[in-house]
């Protein structure tokens, strides 16, 4: 079972950055590939990005590639989204989540096993 615990959310202008972190419980961190998915009041949740288990490569949806940078310390068992650029179409609320990572998996996809509660983030505008 991993527990994760989402921080960093919160009100920025339109161009401005936030730094989201998501905290995991468990000493195996490293074997889990980890996400970042969105889910904006009154639409479907999508993914953001997402990050081998071990960080050597990384993925991003196009709506946020060259603005948002998501990179994890598997010593603090954390994952981080950090967003630059805002905008307001990036208001969501903001999930993490994990599932074990396979060489094959494709991690774009929501079929992770375990979620944090969300932090929100609101640009703006």
């Known amino acids: 079972q991993v527990q994760l615990v989402e921080s960093g959310g919160g009100l920025v202008q339109a161009g401005g950055s936030l730094r989201l972190s998501c905290t995991a419980s468990?000493?195996?961190?490293?074997?889990?590939?980890m996400g970042w998915f969105r889910q904006a009041l009154g639409k479907e949740r999508e993914f953001v990005a997402a990050?081998?288990?071990?960080?050597?490569?990384?993925y991003y949806a196009d709506s946020v590639k060259g603005r948002f940078t998501i990179s994890r310390d598997n010593a603090k068992n954390t994952v981080y989204l950090q967003m630059n650029s805002l905008k307001p179409e990036d208001t969501a609320v903001y999930y993490c989540?994990?599932?074990?990572?396979?060489?094959?998996?494709?991690?774009?996809?929501?079929?992770?096993?375990?979620w944090g509660q969300g932090t929100q983030v609101t640009v703006s505008s």
């Open positions: 989540a994990a599932r074990f990572d396979l060489p094959r998996t494709v991690l774009t996809g929501d079929d992770y096993a375990y």
């Open positions: 468990g000493r195996t961190f490293s074997s889990y590939a």
């Open positions: 990050i081998r288990g071990s960080g050597g490569r990384t």
